[in-house]
């Protein structure tokens, strides 16, 4: 039976577009049964429209707290009756309810070859101290700032001219191939979390 998997997203979901086509052209064993979004405005919505995937929307302008915005989003999560959960650049931090909900079910991409520059803009503190290798990291998602266990990454060079727009820019078509990779072993079973490190099975 294939996977259900539920993808979480705030702006224009190119990853999320990544996954979808993945599955539609048989690459991922999956089904994609919800958006989750937290922005009315987000194209990641005309994405799901168009695949006929149901759009849950959690906004987080709407709610008076925090705590409320987490309350909600995790009832949408479960709602959604996923095995996977992906973040496909949702723009918050999850608080600890929510991951200690769905351990060892939910995978985020990151810009960069963690550990190394975490949190936002990590394309542009990539060019500010002058690596000469970057890239893409697959993790589970846990409740460190991304350092959850890493599941798949992916090298891109630096180049002298890059900026941070054009280094993000090659880092995304790499995203594009790695996420709908490390989707696809998981929803093969073949994923296995031993303490901090993830082994993939043959």
């Known amino acids: 039976m294939k996977k259900r998997i539920a ?4 702006g224009r979901g190119s990853n999320f577009q990544a996954v979808i086509d993945a599955i539609a052209a048989g690459k991922v064993p999956a089904r994609c049964v919800a958006l989750i979004t937290d922005n009315p405005k987000a194209y990641a919505i005309e994405r799901a429209e168009k ?3 149901p759009v849950r929307m959690v906004d987080f302008a709407a709610f008076p707290t925090r705590e ?7 009832v949408a999560m479960q709602e959604a009756r996923a095995d996977l959960y992906v973040l496909a650049g949702y723009m918050r931090i999850l608080g600890s309810e929510v991951v200690r909900a769905f351990p060892g ?5 990151h810009p960069a070859l963690l550990p190394s520059f975490t949190g936002l803009h990590a394309q ?3 060019v500010l101290h002058g690596v000469k290798v970057s890239g893409c990291t697959v993790h589970f998602v846990d409740e460190s700032l991304d350092g959850g266990p890493i599941i798949l990454q992916t090298c891109v060079p630096v180049q002298d001219d890059d900026d941070e727009e054009s280094l993000a820019d090659r880092i995304l078509e790499r995203e594009h191939e790695c996420f709908p990779e490390a989707i696809r072993l998981f929803c093969e079973d073949r994923l296995e979390i031993v303490g901090r490190k993830v082994r993939v099975r043959k």
């Open 7 to 10: 993808v979480l997203a705030s």
């Open 51 to 53: 695949a006929h995937i």
């Open 68 to 74: 409320a915005y987490e309350r909600a989003l995790l």
């Open 105 to 109: 079910r939910m995978m985020n991409i």
């Open 124 to 126: 542009r503190q990539a």
